[in-house]
């Protein structure tokens, strides 16, 4: 076994933790698969100046190791309760359809619970969500910090009970990003983090 999960499958992807070199290309995807409007959504005000949550970045590389396929998780809390918040996902538009979505949805939650997280949060379409588990069920007492459509502000709990003190405003509480001149700074403090936590 290498660092890539062994999931080279007859689609052609893998799965891995992403790494610095892989910014610029996971970048360049979200642009092409979200457009510009990405950067102004209320979920990017509680990832912005942050790191993701240790361990909790990956794509997807088709075979010749191309970023095609992107999912982070982010620690956030609400009230009491501590939880991570899920996104962007995006998935290359040339290659949707083809399970790679969910495949790094499914990897990364079950990465999450391995690390003892007890919940998620994401902001989505809900009709897609619901096959991982994501409801409005638990979410009805948080607040994003900026507009949100309430049917779209889903939860996931591996423990059951987890989002029960989330009432309130959801607010960012990752590893901060190294302040640094350029934007690459905090990327980079990404990156070096999450290497040390590669997919084994
Ligand atoms: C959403 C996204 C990540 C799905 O990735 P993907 O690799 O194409 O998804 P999968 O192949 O795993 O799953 C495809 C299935 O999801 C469904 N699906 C895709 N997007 C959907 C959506 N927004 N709402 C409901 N169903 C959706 C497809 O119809 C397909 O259904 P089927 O299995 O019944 O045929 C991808 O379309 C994407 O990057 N979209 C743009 C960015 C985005 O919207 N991100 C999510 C924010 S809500």
């Known amino acids: 076994?290498?660092?890539?999960?062994?999931?080279?499958?007859?689609?052609?992807?893998?799965l891995d933790a992403e790494t610095d070199a892989d910014v610029p290309a996971r970048e360049a995807l979200l642009d092409r698969a979200m457009g510009e409007g990405r950067r102004r959504k209320s979920s990017e005000k509680l990832r912005r100046g942050r790191l993701p949550s240790a361990g909790l970045a990956f794509v997807a590389r088709d075979g010749a190791g191309r970023v095609i396929g992107s999912v982070r998780l982010w620690d956030v809390a609400c009230g009491d309760c501590p939880a991570l918040l899920l996104g962007p996902l995006a998935v290359d538009p040339s290659v949707a359809g083809q399970g790679i979505g969910s495949a790094l949805m499914r990897h990364a939650l079950a990465r999450a619970a391995e690390l003892g997280h007890g919940a998620v949060i994401l902001v989505g379409d809900a009709p897609y969500y619901a096959r991982f588990g994501f409801s409005t069920a638990a979410t009805g007492g948080v607040m994003m910090p900026g507009p949100v459509e309430r049917d779209r502000l889903l939860g996931l709990e591996f423990r059951p009970g987890s989002l029960d003190g989330a009432h309130g405003l959801l607010v960012a509480r990752g590893r901060r990003a190294e302040?640094?001149?350029?934007?690459s700074g905090g990327r980079k403090a990404a990156s070096a983090v999450d290497r040390l936590t590669r997919v084994a």
């Open 1 to 14: 076994m290498t660092n890539a999960l062994s999931i080279l499958n007859e689609t052609g992807f893998v």
């Open 179 to 183: 302040r640094a001149s350029g934007s």
